[in-house]
């Protein structure tokens, strides 16, 4: 018989039971709880088990090479210089570091072509580290650099070639061994040479198809200012004499360039004795492939033909009407002409050489474009007074190159050709006012910013060595940075002055590239540079800012 049960009782009967439900399982948790902690906490207790097979790490590594730490010491700081029996110079700095950097350094360039076809050193350039009397091909040469991680590079500059390749201290003896047979024992096979003819010409083909034109116009501009002697002698090889360039000139020049008296070996990271006792090796008792084959040289060419002629700064004005190439994509940059006004400056051992690079640096300048702050040289007066005041000036940058026997301080700049007058007055004026009053903020600034990018350069070691190598060659010595810091230092507004003067009495030299067509004469322009306030003949009292 069923038995209705009210609702109330039923509710009450379910809750009882699932309450004593709940108590059961919390009563079980709480059973199993006291169960763990009853157990004996490992927690922050070392481990006895044996994990690995080297020792904890309070013990010292049994074995390990004792360690050797960079120090600060003036003696590891010094640079040794060793002159060799038949006039070869060896210098080197040891410093901390497990790679280190070689290089030969040679007084030869294209300021010594004058009795040869223009070109030698491009071709010299790109036959760099090839096949010679003992590495059968590059291949060879860079398979045994690999093996101490190392690497190479050759380069050019008009009266320096620099050999030079960084790889592990320990491979000091191999990286000499083919450096050695590079610079003397190159065999320069006529399949490479014609590989080095395909290299220029693709390369003269670039330059003529790029917007870049900073290759060209230095080239130009040193033609104008040494005409026809020395510095005015191309870098890059003419078209015309690609053709010309033959295996018997090049070992005609190697032979009377390469010589003993005109190197000097350099190292960086390396011990002294050990890269003299290499070079002697390798330099001096092997040696150079065209004294063991006098057939590779012409006959009628002897040491007579080496150019110890000092250069002539004569001035000049090269105009070449072309159009130069746009950059491609959406640059926003459209078609520029290019202007570079260049005057006689100073030797890198003249007095006043330190007052030349702090001028440059006050001067500095860059692109429109650059991104950066004060760091960059924003504060320069080509920046503040030029760029930032003409909107039509795209470009304004000022360089100074020094030579064993003179300089050339120049400013290059480029517009659209619509103002190019106006962008030539711009940079005469601005040539005068280096003569003019100087802020005590400006100089300091650029003397700082010369000081700190010596010091950050020489953080490098391939820096170093070109550093070592170039002193050395030049004047047989190294100074140390500390000296070129405090020159830097002491040079006063007078001496930027007295430089800007010197400056100013050489003739111009002028180098325009593109729409070039009202490009003031040269005779306007050295006028403008007499004028105290750089005013070319016939030029307005004041340049809009807007047209």
């Known amino acids: ?67 050797i730490y960079s120090t600060a010491k003036e003696e590891h700081q010094m640079t040794q210089i060793t002159v060799l029996p038949n006039g070869l110079k060896v210098a080197s700095e040891n410093r901390f570091g497990q790679f280190c950097t070689v290089g030969v350094l040679i007084d030869s360039g294209p300021r010594y072509e004058v009795a040869y076809p223009s070109g030698i050193s491009h071709f010299l350039e790109k036959l760099a580290f090839n096949s010679t009397r003992t590495f059968e091909s590059k291949d060879k040469i860079m398979l045994k650099l690999e093996k101490h991680g190392g690497i190479c ?22 990286v000499t061994q083919i450096l050695g ?8 096979t006529e399949e490479e040479l014609g590989l080095a003819r395909q290299t220029i010409e693709f390369e003269l083909e670039s330059l003529s198809n790029r917007p870049e034109q900073e290759p060209l116009l230095m080239d130009l501009i040193h033609a104008a200012a040494y005409r026809d002697n020395t510095l005015g002698l191309p870098k890059i090889c003419p078209e015309g004499n690609i053709s010309k360039i033959d295996r018997n000139i090049l070992f005609t020049y190697l032979k009377n360039h390469y010589t003993p008296s005109r190197m000097v070996v350099a190292g960086v990271g390396i011990e002294h004795k050990a890269l003299v006792d290499a070079v002697q090796e390798f330099f001096v008792t092997e040696k150079p492939i065209w004294k063991q084959n006098t057939d590779l040289v012409l006959p009628e060419r002897g ?5 110890k002629s000092i250069a002539q700064y004569t001035g000049g004005f090269i105009l070449e009407e072309c159009n130069v190439p746009v950059y491609a994509g959406p640059s926003g940059l ?50 503040t007074n030029v760029l930032n005041r003409y909107h039509w000036l795209y470009s304004a940058t000022a360089y100074n190159h020094a030579y064993s026997d003179t300089g050339l301080f120049c ?5 659209t050709p619509t103002h190019v007058r106006e962008m030539v007055e711009v940079v005469v004026h601005e040539f005068v006012a280096m003569a003019g009053p100087i802020s005590e903020s400006e100089l300091a600034r650029a003397k700082k910013q010369l000081q700190s990018m010596l010091l950050m350069n020489l953080e490098q070691r391939p820096v170093v060595f070109e550093d070592i190598g170039r002193q050395v ?31 100013l009495r050489s003739p111009p030299s002028v180098v325009a590239r593109g729409e070039v067509s009202n490009v003031p004469s040269i005779s ?13 003949p016939g030029s307005r009292n004041r340049l809009s800012l807007f047209r």
């Open 411 to 415: 400013i290059h700049a480029s517009s």
């Open 334 to 383: 459209p078609e520029l002409s290019h202007i570079v006004v260049a005057l006689e400056g100073c030797s890198h051992q003249d007095p006043d050489f330190i007052a030349m690079c702090v001028l440059n640096m006050m001067m500095g300048g860059g692109g429109s474009f650059s991104a950066g702050g004060p760091g960059k040289g924003m504060y320069t007066r080509l920046y």
């Open 303 to 307: 040491s007579n033909f080496v150019d």
């Open 1 to 67: 018989m069923m038995t209705r049960i009210p609702q109330t009782q039923m509710t009450t009967v379910i809750k009882n039971s699932c309450c004593s439900s709940v108590h059961v399982k919390n009563l079980n948790f709480w059973q199993r709880c006291k169960s763990f902690s009853d157990l004996k906490s490992t927690v922050n207790v070392p481990s006895t088990a044996v994990v690995t097979p080297f020792p904890p790490l309070t013990d010292p590594v049994p074995d390990l090479p004792t360690p």
């Open 524 to 536: 306007d322009i050295q006028a403008g540079l007499l004028d105290s306030q750089g005013r070319l």
């Open 473 to 503: 060659l030049a004047t047989g010595s190294r100074k140390r940075p500390e000296y070129f810091i405090q020159a830097i230092e002491e040079i006063n507004k007078e001496d930027i002055n007295r430089v800007a003067r010197r400056l």
């Open 153 to 174: 590079d050759c380069q050019a500059s008009r009266d320096t070639f620099v050999y030079a390749a960084s790889a592990e201290r320990n491979g000091l003896r191999t």
């Open 181 to 188: 047979e590079i610079v003397l024992r190159p065999q320069i």
